[in-house]
């Protein structure tokens, strides 16, 4: 969708180098994370930019269950370490992408040269289910 409409804009000779993608099913995300969010990729020369939520378990406590209902292990290192050994890790939260155009060739938005604007978790929903739509609603009631 996003290459189209490049295209689409580039067709009529309106070239646009850098593009930013605020998806609406973020609705807690603000305009202090976008300003800061521009703000870095624009003084940067990063290709990318995306937004990101710290774990909160650690990655290796994840486990895979075989067809037969049987825990497998993902990951052989880590079991026995302790929570404050773990080094912490990151999954994108979906509010926010900004991008040079041109790396879109190449089918993703991460590069070597991606920068992960970490955001808090409570700014990260992303409304998915009706589950994460009620909690969004709570938390937008409480003023968060």
Same mark, same amino acid.
């Given at each position: 969708?996003?290459?189209?409409?490049?295209?689409?804009?580039?067709?009529?000779?309106?070239?646009?180098? %850098?593009?930013?993608?605020?998806?609406?099913?973020?609705?807690?995300?603000?305009?202090?994370?976008?300003?800061?969010?521009?703000?870095?990729?624009?003084?940067?020369?990063?290709?990318?930019?995306?937004?990101?939520? *710290?774990?909160?378990?650690?990655?290796?406590?994840?486990?895979?269950?075989?067809?037969?209902?049987?825990?497998?292990?993902?990951?052989?290192?880590?079991?026995?370490?302790?929570?404050? %050994?773990?080094?912490?890790?990151?999954?994108?939260?979906?509010?926010?992408?900004?991008? *040079?155009?041109?790396?879109?060739?190449?089918?993703? /938005?991460?590069?070597?040269?991606?920068?992960?604007?970490?955001?808090?978790?409570?700014?990260?929903?992303?409304?998915?289910?009706?589950?994460?739509?009620?909690?969004?609603?709570? /938390?937008?009631?409480?003023?968060?």
């Amino acid at each position: 969708m996003i290459k189209h409409t490049i295209t689409w804009f580039e067709d009529r000779n309106d070239v646009y180098n %850098n593009v930013a993608v605020l998806q609406p099913t973020s609705p807690l995300r603000n305009e202090v994370h976008i300003k800061q969010a521009f703000e870095i990729f624009h003084d940067t020369n990063v290709k990318s930019l995306i937004s990101f939520v *710290k774990e909160q378990h650690p990655i290796y406590w994840n486990k895979r269950i075989n067809n037969d209902g049987l825990v497998e292990n993902l990951f052989n290192e880590g079991d026995s370490l302790s929570r404050q %050994n773990y080094i912490p890790t990151y999954i994108p939260n979906g509010a926010m992408y900004m991008f *040079k155009s041109s790396i879109l060739e190449s089918n993703s /938005l991460y590069t070597d040269n991606t920068y992960g604007y970490i955001m808090d978790l409570q700014s990260s929903i992303d409304i998915d289910t009706q589950e994460d739509f009620d909690y969004c609603e709570f /938390l937008m009631r409480r003023n968060v």
